[in-house]
Nanobody
Framework: VQLQACGGGLVQAGGSLRLSCAASARTSSNNGVGWFRQAPGKEREFVASISWNGGATNYAESMKGRFTISRDRTQNKVYLQMNSLKPEDTAVYYC?????????????????WGQGTLVTVSS
């Protein structure tokens, strides 16, 4: 399974971006998908996850109310809508396919990773 994340860019604080993650195979449609991010000099952290059918979502505390994860199983795509962006949201964002039907906040539960897309939020 190959994952292609895109949609990153430069945005001012308070702005919005929508990231998308496209999978190359149908396998991902039966698995949970997650978004993680890694800022320079920091460890990778969980952002959000979604179950195989989109019925269950989970967010890191600092993203709740600002970020929304969704998926289109017919197109094997997962989206991350990011609103009210802050400079501390600056990071490379990665999408990943879970080993299971549901997403997880634990990176070890993911089997496939995309190459990442850079989000830069200016103050």
């Amino acid at each position: 399974v190959q994952l292609q994340a895109c949609g990153g860019g430069l945005v001012q604080a308070g702005g919005s971006l929508r990231l998308s993650c496209a999978a190359s195979a149908r396998t991902s449609s039966n698995n949970g998908v997650g978004w993680f991010r890694q800022a320079p000099g920091k460890e990778r952290e969980f952002v959000a996850s979604i179950s195989w059918n989109g019925g269950a979502t989970n967010y890191a505390e600092s993203m709740k109310g600002r970020f929304t994860i969704s998926r289109d199983r017919t197109q094997n795509k997962v989206y991350l809508q990011m609103n009210s962006l802050k400079p501390e949201d600056t990071a490379v964002y990665y999408c990943a396919v879970s080993r299971y039907a549901y997403g997880s906040s634990q990176a070890a539960n993911y089997q496939y990773w995309g190459q990442g897309t850079l989000v830069t939020v200016s103050s």
